[in-house]
């Protein structure tokens, strides 16, 4: 399991026809669709109110910011073998799920891709994992560079120990940012003149588990400044709140190393030939309705990109997938995309002068999932799910509604797991937030919250956007709604055919060994530790 998502993409534009564009990307794990510049356009309180992401907000107003971005899955390794593939995940073989995930090497990943292109590639930190072989998308470890230090990777537990060794929080941050500095520059430093290059920085720090009280000891961001501002799905209680400041200063943290990038290109003079891209791999982890959930909490994420000789500060309403990624790097490269992609190359938009609805088609976007923590459910099974997410609808399958969706509890019912929230519902990581509701499944005030949470759902759910935008209320038995769930229902199953879903044969692969056998794990893969 892995960090919260956070994508950067820097790709450098050219400035003679013979140039090509190199590449820049950062992807920060569980980092969903928190950055202040969403609070300029969401038209109603919420937790952007009160993050401070100054860099991010910058590509948003230099560039484009996109308000209904995508992932494919909610899951760290299904979500990013479809970022590096361009494809569904569940056309990705074992990369479809995440304990027990392998990469099939017969399947084109961009970075591959451009570098036998004549691209000079490197990565730091997480790319693709967990998996066999790790980051196997991007030539494994043989294009590292991370020589200058992981602390990056845990932003709020290495600060803790600088603060101990008696440094100030901004000489302990800027102790840290650091490593990304030189991480970066030995990898610029390895490129040959005039060489297009691809750097991919893969930061864990938004991924559980992180030290609690540190939003505010950190980042100066107060729990009680998101009264009023929490969404429906989550309790707007202290403890809550303290979580999700807490998380919010692993997003700040994710902004502060984006801002180390800019500054580095400016230096070097090539910011005005450089797009930076930023983005995440799937919601905010270890809450209701976030990571492994088709909701928005758990599949809609930030993305902005500056893209220099673009119109600046626009805000485009296409739905957007991550997906979109592999297909718009590999045509900024000059690389043609294999066949089989659900990406759609977004130069398109990059390179207009409009805003709000670009391109009338692009609206709508495939979410899915099978497996994440292998134990979750007797006999390794997954939870399949699959949703078809509209401008105003988002329509759900659950294709097994007797499992639990997030996990069986210890004894196979629902009941009070104490303090160790990693002994049931696995598929929700262990957390604060988390506790809290388990401990208040019986107060007649919270007993919907827990059921929502952690209950079994029903085949089908249907959500009215426009009137539900926490997707609270299922709309599926509505009479009201009645043709707009048939016509929904009939546009996902006509989609996945023609994607050749494996879910939809009498008998899915997924429900079969090698899908449902547990990889053992390894030092640093045990829940709740980052990687």
């Not at 190199?22 to 794990?29: E, G």
């Not at 009160?50 to 979500?79: H, K, M, Q, W, Y």
């Not at 990304?180 to 990898?187: K, L, Q, S, Y």
């Not at 790097?329 to 977004?346: D, I, K, M, N, W």
Request: include cysteine; glycine fraction near 10%; hydrophobic fraction near 35%.
């Amino acid at each position: 399991m892995i960090r919260i998502g956070f994508l950067l993409l820097v790709l450098c534009v050219p400035t003679r026809g013979a140039e090509r564009l190199n590449v820049l990307f950062v992807f920060a794990d569980d980092w969903g669709r928190y950055a202040s510049a969403y609070a300029k356009i969401d038209g109603r309180p919420s937790p952007n109110d009160v993050i401070s992401t100054p860099n991010v907000d910058r590509l948003a107003r230099e560039g484009l910011l996109f308000r209904r971005a995508f992932v494919n899955s909610p899951s760290c390794t299904p979500c990013r073998s479809s970022l590096l593939s361009g494809r569904y995940f569940f056309n990705t073989g074992r990369g479809a799920i995440l304990n027990g995930a392998a990469w099939d090497p017969a399947i084109p990943s961009y970075p591959l891709l451009m570098r036998d292109a004549g691209y000079h590639i490197g990565k730091s930190y997480k790319i693709w994992s967990p998996g066999t072989p790790a980051d196997a998308p991007f030539g494994e470890q043989r294009h590292a560079y991370e020589a200058s230090g992981r602390a990056p990777n845990n932003f709020s537990e290495e600060t803790g120990k600088l603060l101990a060794q008696g440094l100030t929080v901004p000489q302990a941050r800027e102790r840290i940012l650091d490593q990304v500095r030189g991480n970066f520059e030995a990898f610029l430093a390895d490129r040959r003149p005039d060489q297009p290059w691809l750097y991919q920085f893969g930061t864990t720090t938004t991924h559980r588990a992180w030290i609690k009280g540190s939003g505010k000891a950190h980042w100066g961001i107060e729990p009680d400044s998101l009264k009023g501002k929490m969404p429906g799905f989550l309790p707007d209680v202290p403890e809550v709140r303290e979580d999700v400041a807490d998380y919010l200063g692993e997003c700040q943290a994710v902004d502060a190393c984006i801002g180390v990038f800019l500054a580095k290109l400016e230096a070097i003079g090539e910011l005005d030939r450089t797009v930076i891209v930023a983005s995440g791999d799937h919601g905010m982890p270890g809450v209701p309705q976030g990571k492994c959930n088709l909701y928005d909490h758990g599949s809609s994420v930030t993305l902005a990109i500056r893209f220099p000789g673009g119109k600046p500060g626009r805000v485009i309403d296409d739905v957007v997938r991550i997906p979109d990624l592999c297909p718009t790097f590999l045509e900024l490269a000059g690389v043609a995309p294999p066949p089989g992609l659900y990406g759609r190359s977004l130069l398109p938009l990059l390179r207009s002068d409009e805003q709000g609805q670009v391109d009338p088609s692009r609206d709508w976007a495939i979410l899915g999932r099978e497996r994440h923590v292998a134990s979750a459910r007797e006999g390794n099974l997954p939870y399949p799910m699959r949703a078809l997410r509209k401008t105003n609808f988002l329509y759900v399958r659950n294709f097994e509604p007797d499992r639990w969706p997030m996990g069986t509890p210890p004894d196979g019912e629902t009941a009070d797991l104490g303090a160790d929230t990693r002994a049931g519902f696995a598929d929700m990581d262990a957390s604060p937030t988390k506790a809290w509701v388990i401990a208040h499944q019986k107060d007649p005030h919270w007993a919907s919250t827990f059921e929502r949470a952690f209950g079994k759902r029903p085949a089908e759910e249907l959500y009215d956007l426009a009137k539900d935008p926490d997707q609270l209320h299922n709309l599926v038995d509505n009479p009201e709604y009645s043709e707009t769930k048939k016509a929904l229902a009939a546009e996902l199953l006509g989609k996945l055919e023609a994607a050749g879903d494996p879910r939809l044969t009498a008998d899915p692969v997924f429900e079969h060994p090698p899908f449902t056998l547990t990889e053992p794990e390894g030092p640093g893969k045990a829940r709740g530790k980052k990687k």
